[in-house]
């Protein structure tokens, strides 16, 4: 089943045309990669979804983003039920200045969508799906910017899914991670996609394939070929995707 | 020059120039301590001046003193803080904001008389306020408006732009993001400008001589449209307009002066230790 389906997106910073006519079809409670050399394009399109580059001067976007039926990028879309239901990992993790549990609870208090009588329950849940309850459930109190990276990472991720969104996009959530959290990460992800559509950006290579059910290329804001991972990384059809996987180009 | 012979004259010029920003701040201290403690009690601190102001207390003066300031910085904050929020958070750039920027850098630079003369004309002539507390407040609350709203632009603009967007991702608007995330991470820095201003407030004589200072007045204000003793302009009088005073006497009130900014200088320290633990 579908969940988000693109389609003819083009998006300009200004004179600039980072997005080229992309159309995709990113499937419900699966992990859809998105490769490519930097600057091709990839965290423009994550940010279109969630409609992040609304805060950019100057970037105008047509086309549709169509979740659940609805176009996301018409001007009257709710952009707070939109954010609500599609969540954002960073690059580098990005914990609020606070506790823990107050980073857990922020969207909560900001939406007031819970009772503050739950709050410790959803911090425990959150905390329970991102694997770091039994890591911090002395040290809710602690700040965040005292956890390791990673516990960080797990701890937006929980953030995130306390507001129980639909979809999470992680651009390039593991960068900033070693490679033992970073398995952990992956490991997690796979976890969650049960009850969540992923999208993830990342340039390792790797890492797409040991993760992701299907994988998009982008090059120079288009998107050259889209399909099952194991496809794109055994059998492209396009040759400049060849390229890329094989360290030809890019 | 051999580069061990220049890198111990470099020192030791370093060092002889920081010791001499210590010495006049620790000779201050010591003269006024020194001076002005002997003549310290109670009756000093809370008895209303008496025989043309060569005996008695400095009442009037530090209750005149703390009222303004707290006057002073009730009218600042919200104006400078939000103000600094709107620079920051909304403002494009443009030829208003260009213009406002150039403003505060200018308004910074205008001497403290000028402050005053403007204060006169327009709160005590103009709107009719007449020397009062109102009026020296809010000429003094302009005085410090550049500070309190440079140190907290610094301290907005030092708050990363990553908080921003994990808020704004999670569905926040706009100001719920600078309410929940921006203003908390910002405020020791805004603190830090809020002290400043405080001492600032506290130890001008010219801006709130035409606008509030009463020379002498042996009673409490009773409402915001009051004339006050000042202790900046007391100390002033007492210094050289009242023959045959005790030099204690003069000192001590420097003392209290210096001790009442340092206590309202601690107490925003402290607030601000406070939150950077929390954070
Ligand atoms: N705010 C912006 N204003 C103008 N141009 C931008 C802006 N953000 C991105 N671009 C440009 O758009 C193109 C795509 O950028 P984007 O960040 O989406 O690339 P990316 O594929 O995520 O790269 P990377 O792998 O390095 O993260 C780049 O050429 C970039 O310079
Ligand atoms: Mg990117």
Excluded at chain 1, 47 to 58: C, E, H, I, K
Excluded at chain 1, 165 to 172: A, Q, R
Excluded at chain 1, 185 to 196: G, P, S, T, V
Excluded at chain 2, 129 to 138: E, H, K, M, V
Aim: net charge positive.
């Amino acid at each position: 089943m579908t969940k988000i389906a693109v389609e003819k997106l083009n998006l300009f910073y200004g004179d600039f045309q980072a997005l080229i006519n992309v159309d995709i079809r990113i499937p419900a409670n699966k992990i859809t990669s998105m490769i490519g050399p930097s600057g091709c394009g990839k965290s423009t399109l994550l940010r279109t979804v969630n409609r992040m580059n609304d805060l950019v001067d100057g970037a105008r976007v047509d086309g549709k983003i169509i979740i659940d039926g609805d176009n996301v990028l018409d001007s009257g879309y709710d952009l707070v039920s939109l954010r609500k239901r599609v969540g954002m990992v960073f690059q580098r993790p990005n914990p609020f200045p606070m506790s823990v549990a107050s980073n857990i609870t922020f969207g909560l208090r900001v939406h007031g969508s819970a009772k503050r009588g739950d709050f410790d329950n959803i911090v425990e849940d959150s905390l329970k799906k991102v694997l770091l309850w039994d890591d911090l459930k002395d040290r809710l109190d602690r700040s965040a910017l005292s956890l390791s990276l990673e516990q960080q990472q797990r701890l937006c991720i929980a953030r995130l899914i306390a507001v129980k969104p639909e979809i999470l996009l992680m651009d390039e959530p593991c960068s900033a991670l070693d490679p033992i959290a970073t398995e952990r990460i992956e490991q997690l992800m796979i976890e969650l996609k049960e009850n969540y559509t992923i999208v993830i950006v990342t340039h390792n290579m790797q890492q797409a394939s040991r993760i992701s059910d299907s994988t998009g290329f982008m090059w120079l804001g288009e998107l050259i070929e889209y399909g099952a991972t194991d496809m794109i990384f055994t059998n492209p059809k396009q040759k400049l995707t060849q390229d890329y996987i094989t360290g030809r180009a890019g | 020059m051999n580069p061990k012979l220049a890198q111990k004259i470099a020192f030791i010029i370093l060092l002889l120039a920081t010791i001499l920003v210590i010495v006049p701040v620790g000779m201050i201290v010591v003269i006024i301590v020194v001076k002005g403690a002997p003549a310290i009690n109670w009756e000093f601190l809370l008895a209303m001046p008496s025989k043309g102001m060569r005996a008695g207390g400095i009442f009037p003066a530090i209750v005149g003193t703390i009222y303004l300031v707290a006057a002073t910085i009730l009218f600042a904050i919200p104006v400078g803080v939000f103000s600094a929020i709107y620079l920051v958070e909304y403002a494009r750039e443009n030829l208003l904001t260009r213009m406002v920027k150039l403003a505060i850098i200018n308004l910074a630079g205008v001497p403290s008389i000028v402050y005053g003369l403007f204060g006169l004309g327009l709160f005590v002539i103009f709107l009719g306020f007449g020397p009062s507390i109102i009026a020296g407040a809010l000429t003094l609350a302009i005085m410090i408006l550049p500070i309190i709203i440079t140190t907290s632009k610094e301290a907005l603009d030092s708050v990363p732009r990553s908080y921003r967007e994990a808020s704004l991702a999670l569905g926040a608007s706009k100001w719920q993001t600078i309410r929940h995330v921006v203003l908390p991470s910002a405020l020791p820095g805004i603190l830090t400008g809020i002290i400043l201003g405080i001492s600032r407030a506290a130890g001008e004589t010219a801006p709130i001589l035409f606008t509030v200072a009463a020379f002498y007045l042996p009673r409490l204000p009773r409402t915001m449209f009051d004339q006050v003793m000042v202790l900046p302009y007391h100390l002033f009088v007492v210094s050289t307009q009242i023959p045959n005073i005790k030099t204690e006497y003069t000192y001590a009130t420097a003392l209290v002066l210096v001790g009442i900014v340092l206590i309202a200088n601690l107490a925003a320290i402290i607030l601000r230790s406070k939150y950077r633990k929390k954070i």
